[in-house]
């Protein structure tokens, strides 16, 4: 085998910023969007404890709020 077919093909992982702003992006351009954190996790393909490091993050920042239900969506849609 040559050098190439050992080579493995990693996909380059956003960085966290980027996907911070990434996310609070798309909540600004749908509003009205109120996810559970389960769905959060699965449209971005976080795992539950990177979800809520991001979850934490967005909602720290002001760019998020969580609702009665824990629904998580812009800070004006949930008010």
Same mark, same amino acid.
Do not use: H, K
């Given at each position: $085998?040559?050098? @190439?077919? &050992?080579? #493995?093909?990693?996909? +380059?992982?956003?960085?966290?910023?980027?996907?911070?702003? !990434? *996310?609070? %992006?798309?909540?600004?351009? $749908?509003?009205? $969007? +109120? &996810? !559970? #954190? @389960?769905?959060?996790? #699965?449209?971005?393909?976080?795992?539950?404890? &990177?979800?809520?490091? *991001?979850? %934490?993050?967005? *909602?720290? +920042? %002001?760019? &998020?709020?969580?609702?009665?239900?824990?629904?998580? %969506?812009? #800070?004006?849609?949930? $008010?």
């Amino acid at each position: $085998m040559g050098a @190439f077919a &050992l080579a #493995r093909v990693v996909a +380059r992982q956003p960085a966290r910023e980027d996907l911070i702003c !990434t *996310i609070a %992006g798309e909540y600004r351009e $749908m509003p009205g $969007m +109120r &996810l !559970t #954190r @389960f769905q959060f996790a #699965r449209l971005w393909n976080l795992e539950a404890n &990177l979800c809520e490091e *991001i979850v %934490g993050e967005l *909602i720290a +920042r %002001g760019d &998020l709020s969580e609702d009665d239900d824990g629904r998580i %969506g812009s #800070r004006c849609d949930v $008010m």
